[in-house]
Each structure stands twice: as structure tokens, then as C-alpha cells.
């Protein structure tokens, strides 16, 4: 069956840095374009960043444009994100998110949470 599989949130401090991982299973991933979403109590879900199927293209939200860096592993069918310069606003439950066509998988995801 299909997995997404998040991992790599936790507690970081303003400043701080963290990079997310996202391991795929059940489906052909390199024919899926990749994004993680993110979601903030009280808020709807949002897109934080999309990387292609070969991963030449990529799109960020505004407001972590600069701070963040999706990857993706076709042999490894994983993808990542790199985030730096982490704020409080960044604080939300990070979804991994496979889509090809009508097909559209989503991971449980990871708690990221920005404090001191």
C-alpha cells in the first residue's frame, strides 16, 4: 500500500535549522511530483514547496523563499527539506504530499515547533 513516511520534526529554537525527511513506498515515485505542505493550529494547510519529478523545478511559498531547499532521491525514493533561519511563524505539522494526475497521497506528518 502507499507510505509516506515524515520524519525529522521536533523542537528547534528561533535560528535554528532542521531538514525533514520523506520515505515513499507503494507507488512509482519518480513519476510523482513532491511537496511538503504545512499546517498551523488554526490555520488552513499550506504549500511550503514542490520539486518536480526529476527534480530540476522547484517552487517555494514566499514566505520560506530563501530559508528552504527541496530535494528528492529517485533512487532512494525519498524527499527532504532543508529549512534555516527557522521563526515561531514556522511552527506547524509538516505533511509530505505525492501527486501525479488524480492520484494524491499524504504522509500523517511531523510536528515542527520554533521556541525558546
Known amino acids: 500500500q502507499v507510505q509516506l513516511v515524515e520524519s525529522g520534526g521536533g523542537l528547534v529554537q528561533p535560528g535554528g535549522s532542521l531538514r525533514l525527511s520523506c520515505a515513499a513506498s507503494?507507488?512509482?515515485?519518480?513519476?510523482?511530483?513532491m511537496s511538503w505542505y504545512r499546517q498551523a493550529p488554526g490555520k488552513e494547510r499550506e504549500l511550503v514547496a514542490s520539486v518536480s519529478t526529476n527534480g530540476k523545478i522547484t517552487n517555494y511559498a514566499d514566505s520560506v523563499k530563501g530559508r528552504s531547499t527541496i530535494s528528492r532521491d529517485n533512487a532512494q525514493n525519498t524527499v527532504s527539506l532543508q529549512m534555516i533561519s527557522l521563526k515561531p511563524d514556522d511552527t506547524a505539522v509538516y505533511y509530505c504530499?505525492?501527486?501525479?494526475?488524480?492520484?494524491?497521497?499524504w504522509g500523517q506528518g511531523t510536528q515542527v515547533t520554533v521556541s525558546s
Open positions: 504530499n505525492a501527486r501525479y494526475f488524480f492520484s494524491n497521497y
Open positions: 507503494g507507488f512509482t515515485f519518480s513519476t510523482y511530483a
